[in-house]
Protein backbone atom coordinates (compact mmCIF):
# COMPACT_ATOMS: atom_id res chain seq x y z
CA UNK A 1 0.00 0.00 0.00
CA UNK A 2 1.29 3.55 -1.04
CA UNK A 3 1.82 5.93 1.57
CA UNK A 4 3.21 9.71 1.84
CA UNK A 5 4.06 11.31 4.67
CA UNK A 6 4.99 14.70 5.17
CA UNK A 7 6.97 16.18 8.05
CA UNK A 8 8.93 19.50 9.24
CA UNK A 9 6.43 21.71 9.06
CA UNK A 10 5.80 23.93 12.36
CA UNK A 11 5.41 27.78 13.64
CA UNK A 12 8.39 30.28 12.47
CA UNK A 13 8.70 33.93 12.53
CA UNK A 14 8.84 35.66 9.06
CA UNK A 15 12.31 35.72 7.63
CA UNK A 16 12.91 32.24 8.51
CA UNK A 17 13.54 28.82 7.07
CA UNK A 18 12.29 25.11 6.89
CA UNK A 19 12.42 22.10 5.65
CA UNK A 20 9.33 19.31 4.74
CA UNK A 21 10.03 16.13 4.07
CA UNK A 22 8.23 13.95 2.33
CA UNK A 23 8.62 9.79 2.54
CA UNK A 24 7.12 7.56 0.45
CA UNK A 25 6.43 4.05 0.84
CA UNK A 26 4.30 1.12 -1.05
CA UNK A 27 6.73 1.34 -3.87
CA UNK A 28 9.82 3.15 -5.67
CA UNK A 29 8.83 6.60 -7.20
CA UNK A 30 12.35 6.89 -8.55
CA UNK A 31 10.35 7.33 -11.97
CA UNK A 32 7.88 9.50 -10.91
CA UNK A 33 7.84 13.45 -10.94
CA UNK A 34 7.14 14.38 -7.29
CA UNK A 35 4.92 17.43 -6.51
CA UNK A 36 4.58 20.08 -3.19
CA UNK A 37 0.81 21.98 -3.10
CA UNK A 38 -0.35 24.08 -0.27
CA UNK A 39 -3.66 25.18 0.62
CA UNK A 40 -4.10 28.13 3.12
CA UNK A 41 -7.70 28.59 4.86
CA UNK A 42 -10.58 30.00 2.39
CA UNK A 43 -8.07 29.44 -0.46
CA UNK A 44 -8.21 26.72 -3.16
CA UNK A 45 -4.88 24.32 -3.14
CA UNK A 46 -2.66 25.34 -5.08
CA UNK A 47 0.81 24.10 -6.83
CA UNK A 48 4.50 25.22 -4.70
CA UNK A 49 7.21 22.98 -6.96
CA UNK A 50 7.65 20.20 -8.74
CA UNK A 51 10.23 18.00 -9.75
CA UNK A 52 10.59 15.21 -12.15
CA UNK A 53 12.34 12.26 -12.71
CA UNK A 54 15.12 13.53 -14.56
CA UNK A 55 15.59 16.33 -11.69
CA UNK A 56 13.91 19.55 -14.03
CA UNK A 57 12.06 21.51 -11.33
CA UNK A 58 9.39 24.22 -11.88
CA UNK A 59 7.87 26.66 -9.25
CA UNK A 60 4.99 28.95 -8.31
CA UNK A 61 5.61 32.53 -9.44
CA UNK A 62 5.25 33.53 -5.45
CA UNK A 63 8.50 31.13 -4.31
CA UNK A 64 10.88 31.23 -6.54
CA UNK A 65 14.10 31.84 -5.40
CA UNK A 66 13.32 31.24 -1.64
CA UNK A 67 11.77 27.57 -2.19
CA UNK A 68 14.00 24.84 -3.11
CA UNK A 69 12.52 21.72 -4.13
CA UNK A 70 14.54 18.33 -4.40
CA UNK A 71 14.62 14.73 -3.78
CA UNK A 72 16.39 11.96 -2.93
CA UNK A 73 15.59 8.54 -4.91
CA UNK A 74 17.32 6.27 -3.02
CA UNK A 75 15.26 6.71 0.12
CA UNK A 76 12.19 7.19 -2.06
CA UNK A 77 12.39 11.05 -0.19
CA UNK A 78 11.20 14.93 -1.74
CA UNK A 79 11.80 17.98 -0.14
CA UNK A 80 10.77 21.19 0.07
CA UNK A 81 13.64 23.62 1.77
CA UNK A 82 11.69 27.30 2.64
CA UNK A 83 13.52 30.42 3.03
CA UNK A 84 12.22 33.95 3.79
CA UNK A 85 9.01 32.61 4.86
CA UNK A 86 6.15 34.91 4.64
CA UNK A 87 3.40 35.00 6.80
CA UNK A 88 1.40 34.08 3.16
CA UNK A 89 3.40 30.90 2.80
CA UNK A 90 0.95 30.14 6.03
CA UNK A 91 -0.62 26.58 4.72
CA UNK A 92 -1.12 23.09 4.95
CA UNK A 93 1.81 21.50 2.89
CA UNK A 94 0.49 18.34 0.76
CA UNK A 95 3.36 15.81 -0.81
CA UNK A 96 1.79 15.01 -4.46
CA UNK A 97 2.81 11.95 -6.80
CA UNK A 98 0.57 11.69 -9.79
CA UNK A 99 0.77 8.64 -11.43
CA UNK A 100 1.66 8.62 -14.95
CA UNK A 101 -0.90 7.87 -17.70
CA UNK A 102 -3.91 8.28 -15.39
CA UNK A 103 -6.18 10.75 -13.59
CA UNK A 104 -5.17 9.23 -10.31
CA UNK A 105 -3.05 10.68 -7.80
CA UNK A 106 -1.28 10.14 -4.20
CA UNK A 107 -1.61 12.77 -1.33
CA UNK A 108 -0.09 12.67 2.09
CA UNK A 109 -2.04 14.39 4.91
CA UNK A 110 -0.58 17.39 5.18
CA UNK A 111 1.57 19.32 7.26
CA UNK A 112 0.95 22.57 8.52
CA UNK A 113 3.63 25.88 8.26
CA UNK A 114 2.28 28.50 9.96
CA UNK A 115 4.90 31.60 9.95
CA UNK A 116 3.84 34.28 12.62
CA UNK A 117 5.36 36.90 14.80
Known amino acids: QVQLVESGGGLVQPGGSLRLSCAASGRAFSMYAMYWYRQAPGKQRELVAG???????NYADSVKGRFTISRDNAKNMVYLQMNSLKPEDTAIYYCNIPVPGTQYNYWGQGTQVTVSS
Open 51 to 57: ITNGYST
